[in-house]
């Protein structure tokens, strides 16, 4: 019989994957197929946390397909036409995936898949990713939302898709050769240097790991809402994020296991926070030019004027500022930062550094292993001040005082900034201040009321203009 390829992108999973369970439904044999496509993305091809991710969570998913009898073949090349090829190759009945969003993608999957019909070969789509696609969310006057609120209202009225999909228990296998890259061949891991260490010590990529984390953190959801903004608290948030992006865990899965416990309150907080991913998805598949662009246009002209050797040590966790430095070595080590820390670091570099918010969210890119095209984008401008729904820019974060309201007693600094860790707490977040500051840790590289003072006059700039 002709198999059917279901085509794995950003879906890395067995359970709740409906392009999967329609594969199995048609009853023919079933051809697993990833592709690494590093053209199609142009500037947003995967970063390097991400690529380290990928590794790992494709050998996952080989492992668990092999134990259900399935394969998945390796491909490497622009993804239109290596499906395209493969499907010739193996006769395929049919290609299915789960949508992705970014507007490359949309594009090139609208087009593969009007040439595969037009060659005979059935070809469905379906929603994996999101509680809801972008385009069944709308204003009573039928446009896209640009506030939260009324789109998360929005979005819960839908009717709920109901339980998640079940794991296939057994997979009818095409038996045919097929040629497959090896994934060590695709150099995904980091050497010389290996930077990865942290990574490794942090994460279990793959599906029985985001499980591992979903079950974790159901435990600490209680006091979520509290707990959510305490980057010293290693449980005050699900760490589900990068899980979410590879598509090891489904958003419905999260929320079906969050509803059917009694969470109350914090099961809502946390909910809310998968309708920002939403949020993000919709206003990246409505505005394709987010990740480039700021959604209020007035900002185009901002006067950016931070220079190279400030970003340099921004990037570097070497700011003098505890609560940046913090964040930043976090991230550099584990590829991930706290929410509350990201926003203190994006509103440090574009308004006391005045450096351009797309630098940053570049940076973010290359070094998150939740590195996410909406989510990131969205974030960035919704910190810049120019996204939808965005925080105003005259809300200018001060790096010491976010420091001491949410990192009290500096735990979270002493464990990313140990040249910290023997000052009292009440220095911990403004270190020039001690009698003996450390001397292998750098002096502020900006004076904050001036960062402020000249964020806030190039902002009436704009306002005037
Ligand atoms: P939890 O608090 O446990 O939240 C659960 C899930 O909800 C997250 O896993 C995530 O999928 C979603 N979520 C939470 N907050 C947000 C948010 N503000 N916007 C969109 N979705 C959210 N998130 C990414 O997934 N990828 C990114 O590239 C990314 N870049 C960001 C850049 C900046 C400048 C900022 C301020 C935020 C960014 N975020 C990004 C959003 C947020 O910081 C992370 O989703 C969150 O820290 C992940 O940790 P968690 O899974 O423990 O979150």
């Not at 419905?252 to 998968?274: I, N, P, Y």
Request: hydrophobic share 40%.
């Amino acid at each position: 019989m002709n198999p059917v390829i279901v085509w794995f992108r950003q879906d890395l999973r067995l359970a709740d994957n409906p392009a999967l369970t329609h594969a199995m439904a048609t009853g023919a044999p079933v051809l697993g197929l990833y592709v690494l496509d590093d053209e199609t993305p142009g500037a947003w091809r995967l970063g390097g946390a991400s690529r380290w991710w990928l590794h790992e969570s494709l050998q996952a998913l080989s492992s668990n397909l092999a134990e259900i009898c399935g394969r998945l073949i390796l491909r490497r090349g622009r993804a239109d036409t290596a499906v395209a090829s493969l499907a010739k190759e193996v006769g395929a009945a049919g290609v299915v995936w789960n949508r992705c969003y970014e507007p490359y993608a949309v594009e090139r999957d609208k087009r593969l898949k009007a040439d595969l019909t037009q060659a005979g070969i059935a070809a469905d789509s379906f929603n994996g990713s999101l509680l809801a696609e972008p385009w069944e969310v709308r204003t009573g006057a039928g446009t896209p939302f640009k506030v939260y609120t009324p789109f998360w209202r929005a979005l819960r009225a839908l009717p709920d898709s109901g339980k998640p999909l079940p794991a296939p228990k057994a997979i009818t296998p095409f038996v045919g050769k097929v040629a497959t890259d090896r994934l060590a061949d695709w150099a995904l891991l980091p050497h010389k240097p290996d930077w990865a260490g942290g990574l490794r010590e942090t994460w279990m990529p793959g599906e029985a790991g985001a499980r591992k984390r979903l079950s974790r953190f159901l435990k600490h959801l209680k006091g979520y809402r509290a707990a959510r903004d305490r980057p010293d608290d290693d449980d005050g948030t699900s760490h589900l994020s990068p899980h979410l992006h590879f598509g090891e865990i489904s958003p419905r899965q999260v929320r079906h296991a969050v509803q059917t416990g009694e969470h109350g309150d914090d099961g809502d907080k946390f909910l809310s926070e998968l309708g920002w991913r939403e949020f993000s998805y919709h206003l990246l598949f409505h505005n394709p030019a987010l990740p480039e662009a700021p959604l209020d246009a007035k900002f185009a002209h901002f006067p950016w004027t931070g220079s190279d050797a400030q970003f340099k040590a921004w990037s570097k966790g070497q700011t003098g500022y505890p609560i940046v430095d913090a964040g930043m070595r976090q991230l550099w080590h584990t590829g991930y930062m706290h929410n509350r820390v990201r926003m203190i670091a994006a509103s440090f570099l574009i308004k006391h550094l005045a450096i351009d918010w797309r630098r940053g969210e570049a940076w973010f890119w290359d070094t998150l292993v939740d590195a996410d095209l909406a989510n990131n984008a969205a974030s960035w401008q919704w910190v810049a001040g120019c996204g939808a729904d965005a925080a105003p820019f005259f809300r200018i974060f001060n790096p010491v005082l976010q420091g001491e309201k949410f990192d009290p007693d500096g735990a979270y600094v002493r464990c990313w900034v140990p040249e910290l860790a023997g000052l009292a707490d009440k220095f911990i977040h403004k270190p020039w201040l001690a009698p003996t500051p450390p001397e292998n840790y750098p002096e502020p590289i900006v004076d904050l009321a001036e960062g402020r003072a000249r964020a806030l006059a190039a902002f009436k700039g704009l306002s005037r203009e």
